[in-house]
């Protein structure tokens, strides 16, 4: 028959429980745990270690969008400066040769000018002494 009041084997049964329990905690259960908590604390702070490399590559890229904005903004204001050099060099160079060749052209004038006042000094001499000449053998004398 079944017997309902507790008897010695109350006392084996929990004495051998608490024995196997002490083992098991002291073995099993204090050592997994440690495992697991070990495991979600370097989870937890690789996740948290990824989030600032995120956050960090973020700015990064802020940063180097801006420092390359700032470069392309330079390289921009330099190409129109030498443009502005470049275009003071041509204007100058540009009326230094229309000076050069006003200067050329009048002296050329001046020179035409001149052949053609002792072209016209040799004609009009010519011209006389032909004159002369056609008189001296129209007439036949001297003048």
Same mark, same amino acid.
Request: net charge positive.
């Given at each position: ?9 109350? @006392? ?5 429980? +608490? @024995?196997? +329990? =002490?083992?098991?905690? $002291?073995?099993? $259960? ?7 908590? &070990?495991?979600?604390? %370097? ?7 990824? /989030?600032?490399?995120?956050? /960090? ?9 801006? *420092? ?6 330079? =390289?921009?204001?330099?190409?129109? %400066? *030498?443009?502005?050099? =470049?275009?003071? +060099? ?10 050069? @060749?006003?200067?050329?052209? &009048?002296?050329?004038?001046? *020179?035409?000018?001149? &052949? ?7 004609? %009009? ?16 004398? &001297?003048?």
């Amino acid at each position: 028959m079944i017997d309902l009041v507790p008897n010695i084997t109350l @006392v084996y049964q929990s004495l051998l429980f +608490f @024995v196997a +329990f =002490g083992v098991l905690n $002291f073995l099993i $259960f204090k050592p997994s745990l440690k495992i697991i908590q &070990e495991r979600k604390r %370097q989870s937890l702070g690789s996740s948290d270690t990824a /989030e600032k490399l995120v956050k /960090e590559t973020q700015e990064m890229t802020v940063l180097c969008e801006k *420092k390359m904005e700032e470069a392309r903004l330079s =390289g921009i204001r330099k190409k129109v %400066q *030498k443009m502005e050099v =470049g275009e003071k +060099f041509r204007e100058e160079l540009l009326k230094k040769i229309r000076e050069d @060749v006003d200067q050329k052209l &009048e002296e050329i004038r001046n *020179k035409i000018s001149s &052949e053609s006042k002792k072209a016209e000094a040799s004609l %009009q001499t010519y011209s006389q002494d032909l004159a002369k000449n056609i008189v001296t053998k129209i007439l036949e004398r &001297e003048i």
